[in-house]
């Protein structure tokens, strides 16, 4: 089987779990080029002495922009809600929205650490009949950017949108990037109305929550991998109840890490609604 889509396809018939443990046995003995090393020394931030500022970088917009090329023409012209390994991720956004949005004919949504703003798009194609008020949160390289592809959304690049509330806060791919992520979730979620959405999380099963150092698009940053129990512990000490899991369906490789994360998300509910 020299074809790579020949082995992809025959992995694919096999049973579920006999899929799995082939694929677990290959990233042992062949595991992929690492993104994410583990670091023994926790969130040690002198890793970044003298590396670019994180996400807050040109190469990071477009990157962004060559990534979501496909599916926002798709989008736009009434296809799939997205391109590849993007379609899961925008299909459970428009439940998580669909779900917000039950008997409202307009919703408010935050999206910290949104890109672009390309989930904008996902949201007026899940929704169409709802008027859609629609914040993002990023770093100003790509707010500033972001205000010219999705210019129909509010952008920020520091903490005064949490100066009122959501229906629904979403946090795609980001909580694991800040060092006091408890401290930001526990300020992040208190303007959720309602809906939290986490999603992209990195989590393991085993062993206590870890760091990893990630270097991507000339960055170097530092990156939380969660223990999955913990964090579902702390969302619930917020005051909302996990009412629906999402699978992503990605392993990031972490080298020489003590377990291997896969990426994860929830939808929580807030107990006593605001």
Known sequence: MGYPWIRRLAIG?????????????????????????????????????GASSGWNVDSVVEATRAENVESERSLL????????????????????????????TSVSVLDWGSGLGYYYLVARAAVP??????HCKETPVLAAAGQKVIPEAAWYSDETCLGRGYDLVMLSGSL?????WQGQLRRISNAASEWLYITRLPVVEKVPTF???????????????????????????????????FEIGD??????????????????RRAVPR
């Open 129 to 134: 009949e709802v008027s859609v008020e629609y």
């Open 77 to 104: 012209n009434g296809g799939p809600l997205g391109v590849g390994h993007q379609h899961n991720l925008h299909v459970s956004f428009a439940y998580v929205l669909a779900r917000t949005a039950h008997c409202k």
């Open 211 to 245: 760091a990893a150092v990630q270097r991507i698009y000339g960055s170097v940053m530092l990156h939380w991998q969660f223990n999955r129990a913990s964090v579902l512990s702390f969302v619930e000490s917020l005051g909302f109840v996990a009412e629906r899991e």
């Open 176 to 180: 694991q990037y800040a060092q006091d």
């Open 13 to 49: 018939l096999l049973p579920p779990l006999l899929a799995d443990s082939i694929r677990r046995l290959r990233r042992r003995l062949r595991p992929p080029p690492a993104v994410l090393e583990y670091s023994s020394s926790g969130w040690d931030e002198s890793v970044l002495s």
């Open 251 to 268: 392993r990031p490789y972490v080298k020489d890490a003590p377990e291997q994360c896969e990426l994860r998300g929830w939808l929580f």
